[in-house]
């Protein structure tokens, strides 16, 4: 099939090169002599054209999606800086109301729908940490253990057994975690803490953490893969056992990497939407309790963007909440980037 | 997006008219609570019609109503009654909407089966609601701490629960919204202090909630949603004693004409009453 479509090619490219190469028709002949050095020249063009145009087209590629993040990062915050226009900027933080005994109080609601929309982000950008961190926790110890475990323990076959199920476990649908969260877990983590709020954060985290575990575990493995031999058996020359070449050398070695890992886990973790949708029970709740219910930034989006009117003060303001999302985890990932270029660096020394 | 769709219908509903003079072309569009219900009236009406057309639209009870007073849509479905603003509105545009009222729907307050209170009324709803009760020992229950369950902002039975029992006032923030009714009812019946709100037929059937019995005021007696073997009470909707109900509402320019009028009285009728009482609702009394 290749060398098929090779001789095309050379066929294709005789017609179209060789009028500008080679103009007058009389030189022809002259051309039968020295066959093999021009034929070589040919293909050497030939090649340099194609290859012109595989790598622009590939170049094309890359830049779709320095085009398309570009696109989305213009529309977000284009529609979401309209906000400001229909809502005062103090009541991103806060509004004045009437509680219950009749004082006036500075409070911090996110409540849209009704007389007047209260828009407070503090509740939503607590919600959305305090469901991300614990989870980033989690995923970290879970993660940076097997990635270590098959970087460095896991015998061939093991490792073969294992890395495949901890991809498949990235590859289950949030929703369907979701729905584990909200019917049983929910129940498990009431009993073990006897929490109040049956669906909490913790609950949330516990169900995103799954899915980074994945993320952390492969950057891990990766990373730890990726450090020489040298340092290995410096280390074991040294008489250092297994346990603390691994600890003393290898993840300090591969710190940065880690590192990256662990942000880019954080950075999915606060995008995660279906899980906490179902899991965290949606209440904005100004808190730092791990155990209280929390309402995320994503899970706002998804549970008020169906049904709210386009243009009004509303929709502008789901907007601004998707734009600080988007702000969230473009740093992350920035950040992270940059540690594992400046890895990368190193480990070339 | 909705918008282009809708535009896109109407204007192929316009196409289609003037290739085929013979049928009439209803155009409904309005509440999201109303939609399945209208889809099913039109699916049914227009087997029985060959020589009407009826399309169906969400997009919600104020969309419906500016449709209407745009000129661009038939019939408006609206799940609350229209407000003053909106009459004054379609009179500046020269249209006087013209109320039907064409089914009714009745919410039920729940609990888990655990929680001994079997009955609330309408003021104690609101204030757990809203946050001013927060104990169950505050309306003759345990000691312990209230976990409301809502639905999200974007439901109408939310808007509806909030203007009709809470008189507008503001969810209290602890309020946990469910991302759809059976979620709510999932988490009302894992959760032993939990309360929450939602269509009858939902909960009828599941043994871990209790359906809670609903006073008018606080001198009138407890009414249940459902009658003793378990399906909805109609008659306790009608006679307006069990107060967490509304109508349904379709709204039309002016009085309608032929067709339409015809198949607004076929809503009315018992058939189209029928439909209403299968997919949940509850059908006008007579």
Redo the contacts between chains.
């Keep these: 099939m290749l060398s098929t479509r090779g001789i095309n090619h050379t066929i294709r490219d005789e017609r179209i090169i060789l009028p500008s190469t080679t103009p007058p028709r009389k030189e022809a002949s002259l051309s039968l002599r020295d066959t093999p050095l021009r034929a070589k020249a040919r293909h050497r063009l030939k090649l340099k054209v194609q290859e012109f145009f595989i790598e622009k087209f590939l170049f094309l590629n890359g830049l779709a999606s320095i085009i398309i993040i570009a696109l989305i990062f213009v529309f977000l915050f284009r529609t979401g800086i309209k906000a400001f226009i229909e809502i005062k900027p103090l009541q991103f933080i806060g509004t004045h109301i009437v509680d219950f005994s009749g004082q006036e109080v500075f409070a911090y609601i996110w409540q849209p729908v009704g007389e007047q929309g209260k828009y407070s982000l503090i509740p939503l950008v607590l919600g959305s940490l305090l469901v991300a961190i614990p989870a980033t926790i989690i995923a970290t110890i879970l993660g940076l253990g097997t990635g270590v475990y098959l970087a460095e323990i896991a015998s061939r076959r093991v490792r073969e057994l294992i890395k495949p199920a901890v991809e498949l476990l990235a590859g289950i649908p949030t929703i369907i975690i979701g729905f584990l969260c909200l019917s049983s877990l929910g129940t498990i983590i009431q009993n073990l803490f006897h929490t109040t709020f049956r669906l909490n954060a913790f609950v949330g985290a516990l169900g995103v953490s799954l899915v980074i575990i994945p993320v952390i575990a492969t950057i891990t493995e990766d990373t730890i893969r990726a450090i020489p031999d040298d340092l290995r058996e410096a280390a074991y020359a040294l008489g250092a056992t297994k346990w603390e070449t691994t600890w003393r050398v290898l993840i300090p070695a591969g710190i940065s990497g880690i590192t990256a890992a662990i942000l880019l886990g954080m950075g999915r973790a606060i995008g995660e939407t279906m899980i906490v949708l179902m899991a965290t029970g949606n209440a904005a709740i100004v808190t730092l309790n791990i155990f209280s219910s929390v309402r995320t930034m994503t899970a706002t989006i998804a549970g008020e963007l169906g049904a709210v009117a386009q243009g009004s003060a509303q929709y502008y303001a789901l907007f601004l909440v998707g734009a600080t999302i988007f702000t969230f985890t473009f740093f992350l990932n920035l950040v992270s980037e940059i540690i594992v270029n400046r890895m990368r660096a190193k480990l070339k020394l | 997006m909705k ?1 282009l769709i809708s535009l896109l219908l109407v204007s192929a509903t316009l196409l289609l008219c003037g290739s085929s003079r013979a049928a009439e072309h209803i155009t409904v569009k309005g509440s ?1 609570t109303m939609v399945i219900l209208a889809q099913k009236w039109a699916e049914t009406y227009m087997k029985a019609h060959k020589d009407v057309t009826v399309m169906v639209t969400g997009g ?1 009870s ?2 419906g109503i500016a449709a209407l007073i745009n000129g661009t849509t038939t019939l408006a479905n609206c799940s609350r009654p229209i407000k003053p603003k909106e009459t004054k509105d379609a009179m500046a545009n020269n249209i006087t909407p013209v109320e039907y009222k064409v089914a009714m729907d009745a919410l039920a307050v729940i609990v888990n089966a655990q929680n001994p209170v079997n009955e609330l009324s309408m003021n104690q709803i609101g204030a757990i609601y809203t ?2 009760i927060s104990n169950w020992k505050e309306v003759g229950g345990p000691d312990h ?1 209230i ?1 409301r369950y809502s639905r ?4 109408g039975t ?2 509806f629960f ?1 203007e009709h029992v809470m008189q ?1 006032k ?2 209290a ?7 759809g009714t059976s ?1 709510v009812a ?2 009302v019946s ?2 032993s202090w ?1 309360i929450g709100y939602g269509g009858v037929a939902y909960f009828a059937k599941m043994k871990e909630l209790k359906i809670l019995r609903v006073k008018k005021d606080n001198t009138s007696k407890g009414v249940s949603p459902l009658k003793q073997d378990g399906t909805v009470d109609f008659e306790a909707v009608w006679k307006t004693e069990y107060p967490v109900a509304r109508y349904l509402y379709c709204y039309s320019i002016g009085k309608p004409s032929g067709k339409v009028q015809e198949y607004l009285n076929w809503i009315l009728s018992k058939e189209g009453q029928t439909i209403v009482e299968e997919i949940g609702y509850v059908p006008l009394s007579k």
């Design positions: 918008k999201d919600g104020g969309t946050g001013k701490r976990m999200e902002s974007n439901s939310y808007v909030k507008d503001d969810y923030p602890d309020c946990q919204n469910m991302p979620a999932e988490a894992k959760d939990g």
